[in-house]
C-alpha cells in the first residue's frame, strides 16, 4: 500500500467524522456538567493543598502549584464563558 494513499484514506475517515451528525443537545449538556464538575473538584483540591500549606502540613512548591493551576482553570472557564456570550451576542444580531 502506497504511504499517500493511506493518508488519503485517514483524512476522508477524518472528515467523514467531522460531518457526521452531531448527537442531541443532551450529551453537550451532559459534558458541559461535567466539565463543571472537574472544574470544581479541582478548585476543591487546590483549596485543600492551599489550606494544608499555611497550616505547614504542605510543601510551599505544592502551593504555588496548586495556585498557578487554579488560576489557569479559572482563566480558562472565563475565556469559555467570554466565547459563549459573544456567540450568543452575534446569534441575537442576525437577521431573522
Not at 13 to 26: I, L
Not at 62 to 85: F, G, I
Request: net charge negative.
Amino acid at each position: 500500500m502506497d504511504v499517500k494513499t493511506s493518508f488519503v484514506s485517514q483524512a476522508y475517515a477524518n472528515a467523514r467524522t467531522a460531518a457526521a451528525p452531531q448527537s442531541k443537545t443532551g450529551d453537550a449538556v451532559h459534558g458541559l456538567a461535567k466539565l463543571a464538575d472537574t472544574f470544581m473538584g479541582a478548585l476543591q483540591e487546590h483549596e485543600s493543598t492551599a489550606r494544608a500549606a499555611m497550616s505547614g502540613g504542605a510543601d510551599p512548591h505544592a502551593l504555588v502549584q496548586a495556585l498557578a493551576s487554579s488560576q489557569l482553570a479559572v482563566e480558562t472557564v472565563a475565556t469559555v464563558r467570554d466565547r459563549v456570550v459573544e456567540a450568543y451576542q452575534e446569534i441575537l444580531r442576525m437577521p431573522v
